[in-house]
């Protein structure tokens, strides 16, 4: 509920007409949220119950609290280049996280491709309209705007769940070392599912995990990978590719 509120909050922000809500006040807005966004998701990133490896020193050591600055660096870092889609890297996110971190990597890299997409759609609705390119039924009211951008959300989803389950069948455990890992680490949710649902032992959450992730991370040109080197492992295999590629060039073209 409180992620809806924050959701339609800010597509009401971005949507107001300009005269109301100067452009200073919304770039601060914005620049403010994705600096709360980095760090909590850094510090979120550092807590042991997100890592899959163990700390080199115990608490009580004097280079405890070294280790966890630079841990701190690290997981800063990775949730702001998720955040801003830049794809650079510090650490083996298939390796160096558990499904909880995978989780809170996710979440930025969701958050910060569809603000692109909302922002470019905005920006581009506007600018049609001062270049005298747009049409009669252009709706550049907030309301017609809320619509857009929810459009949008609903199609950027949709396209993500068609490509994790064109890329489910795709991991192979014989050539990605990380989701051998990922296969052995305990479900989050295998309890619920084969309790409320008739699932039972078919429910592979190592798979379906790794189907959405990459079907997201590729679609908000995020480039981030659970796999221990890129996609270099399945280099010889095509599904992959033939999935992920439509993904990139929707995910790429922004507002349009």
Known sequence: VGAAAVFRAGISALSDDPDRRSLRRITCAL????LVLV??????????????IHRAVESDHQLARYQFNLGWLDSTFTAAAALTGTGLGVQ???YHYNRVGQLIILAPVQVGGLGVLAIGAIVGLHLRQLLGWGGVDDD????????????????ALVVEAIGAVAIYRTWDPAVDLNFV????????????????TSLGDRYDEARLFAAVF???????????TLTRDGYMSYRQ?????LALMPLMLLGSLGGP
């Open 140 to 155: 550049v009211s907030p309301r017609g705007l809320r619509r857009a951008v929810l459009f949008i959300c609903v199609f």
């Open 237 to 241: 295999h095509p599904a992959p590719y």
């Open 31 to 34: 620049l403010a949220v994705a």
């Open 39 to 52: 760090l909590a998701g850094g510090l979120l990133l550092t807590l042991p119950a997100c890592e899959r």
């Open 181 to 196: 890992t990922a296969s052995e680490e305990r479900p989050l949710l295998g309890s619920i599912i084969r309790s409320r």
């Open 92 to 94: 083996d996110v298939g």
């Open 214 to 224: 990459h079907s997201v991370s590729a679609f908000c040109d995020a480039g981030r």
